[in-house]
């Protein structure tokens, strides 16, 4: 039913498959409300969505009474969702869990939602622990109508912003047999760019329910979300936000929406914004415009989802985040508060290499938090020991291009101990400079201006920590343009050093 093929972080590319066909995770169901569809099928199956959502409760009270599978040829997987959304919007509808779930089965969807009392944003303690109350009793309801062996079937976590609602709701669902589990009510808090809210929800939920379950994440679309929480677990997505903005004449970016009445170029190569320019694009009647517009926030879409995959495969997932997290202020803050409280916790499912994997990309001391970096240096702290058939000491710029040590390597032969400092990953024996991920890494270097508070601590470190292992005195090369004696100041005055002066590479 679910088969992971690749993993970086908690995040992971799989196969959902269903009694028609499969999808490829991570994947967004674009929603398709068949009254008012703007785009034909056929376009939005054309840009690589095999896939979508409608709703089923919608389609309940519209009498239609077909086969669903018909109705959406074009795509090889449909869900279906119980009508939770306009339970959310309107506190009521007129229709049942057991209603509900028997008309997803009579008109065939292969992924069918049973019917959640969703806790929205709501602050109201009361009312949060009576969704979880209710939807968990739905659910175990739900068991002895669905018919697992010929469609998938959907279990809403709920719980809101009331994480230890979330955690118990988390907990007694994964003991429940359904197939896929999600997070619904995130809506709202995607609107006010709460994303530090919504990470925090992800993660009550993903580590209480079977890792090998997928995770759906109810109404997030917009692709600034889509790679934090692939991230942090999360497989599934819907939204129909490709078509909302359109309709409001906003235009999808990976950093956020636009007005097309702000636009002076169409910063994006889709074949929408490929043949149109900005004033072309204006100039379009209502209809047309919006047609093309939500094509091009699909693409969009579709390449986030694909940016994201390729990143997992390279064991880049991390990287990437932190590219994203420099287009918007909210998502710098979101991808602080990953760094610093789920860190620790990502490195459990991240794998220490991927089949393809390529060098660490490092910018600041918050790129240490990549788990993967992270593992190697609190290795280096707590296990690494100097060889003892060192004599010497010689601590080196990872940078330095000069050959003044040359000289004192040949006279000391195979006595010298090579210990590179660089700005970001600080101290690193020479033997693990060849090694995964220390060694395969790309920094900034070091400054010209000399090195800072951060990378003189950890040359400290070291010192102190090793200094019986080596001779006196300790070498140090130092880049020309540094000034010796503001450096000598950081470093221990009990310990004998002697300063080479280098040419370093910037």
């Not at 919007?89 to 008309?103: F, H, M």
């Not at 944003?121 to 068991?143: G, H, M, Y």
């Not at 195979?414 to 600080?426: C, N």
Request: aromatic fraction near 10%; charge should be positive; hydrophobic fraction near 40%.
């Amino acid at each position: 039913m679910f088969k992971v093929k690749e993993r970086c972080l908690a995040g992971r590319i799989g196969v959902l498959k269903t009694k028609r066909g499969f999808l490829e995770t991570p994947y967004l169901f674009p929603v398709i409300d068949l009254e008012r569809q703007e785009i034909p099928l056929s376009e939005i199956r054309a840009l690589g969505f095999r896939g979508v959502i409608t709703n089923a409760y919608l389609l309940f009270r519209r009498g239609f009474k077909g086969d669903i599978t018909l109705l959406l040829k074009p795509f090889e997987v449909i869900m279906t969702d119980s009508g939770a959304y306009q339970y959310l919007e309107y506190g009521r509808i007129d229709i049942d869990n057991a209603t509900i779930i028997e008309y997803q089965k009579k008109i065939n969807s292969d992924i069918a939602v049973i019917l959640d009392v969703p806790t929205g944003d709501s602050k109201d303690r009361v009312w949060a622990e009576f969704t979880v109350r209710e939807t968990l009793r739905r659910a175990q309801e739900a068991l002895k109508l669905v018919d697992r062996e010929k469609r998938l079937w959907v279990l809403p976590i709920q719980g809101g912003v009331h994480l230890e609602l979330l955690e118990i709701s988390a907990i007694e669902s994964s003991n429940l047999e359904f197939d896929i589990y999600a997070l619904g009510s995130p809506t709202k808090m995607l609107e006010r760019y709460r994303y530090e809210a919504i990470l925090d929800m992800i993660f009550s939920v993903r580590r209480n329910l079977p890792f090998c379950k997928p995770l759906h994440l109810f109404g997030a679309g917009h692709p600034m979300m889509i790679p934090i929480a692939v991230a942090m677990g999360v497989d599934l997505f819907d939204s129909a936000s490709y078509i909302l903005f359109a309709r409001q004449d906003r235009y999808m970016t990976e950093a956020g929406t636009k007005h097309v009445s702000e636009l002076e170029y169409l910063p994006c190569s889709c074949p929408v914004c490929h043949r149109l320019d900005a004033r072309e694009l204006r100039e379009l009647n209502r209809a047309e415009r919006t047609r093309l517009l939500a094509l091009h926030n699909l693409g969009v879409i579709s390449a986030t989802l694909k940016k994201t995959k390729q990143a997992i495969v390279e064991g880049r997932l991390w990287e990437l985040l932190e590219e994203q997290s420099r287009r918007h202020p909210r998502l710098y803050s979101a991808f602080v508060w990953i760094a610093k409280r789920y860190s620790k916790w990502l490195e459990a499912f991240d794998p220490r290499i991927n089949r393809i994997s390529k060098a660490v990309m490092l910018y600041d001391l918050l790129s240490l938090r990549n788990p993967r970096v992270g593992r190697a240096l609190r290795h280096l702290r707590t296990e690494y020991s100097p060889p003892p058939l060192y004599k010497y000491l010689l601590l080196r710029p990872r940078t330095s291009i000069d050959n003044v040590s040359n000289e004192i390597l040949t006279r000391l032969k195979d006595q010298v101990h090579i210990v590179f400092y660089d700005e970001v990953l600080g101290v690193i024996p020479s033997e693990l400079s060849r090694t995964y991920p220390l060694g395969h890494s790309i920094t900034p270097g070091i400054r010209p201006w000399g090195p800072s508070k951060s990378l003189l601590r950890r040359i400290r470190e070291y010192v102190l920590k090793y200094k019986s292992s080596y001779a006196m005195p300790i070498m140090i090369e130092v880049c020309r343009e540094w000034d010796e004696s503001e450096l000598l100041k950081e470093l221990p005055s009990d310990v004998s050093f002697k300063v080479l002066v280098v040419d370093c590479e910037y």
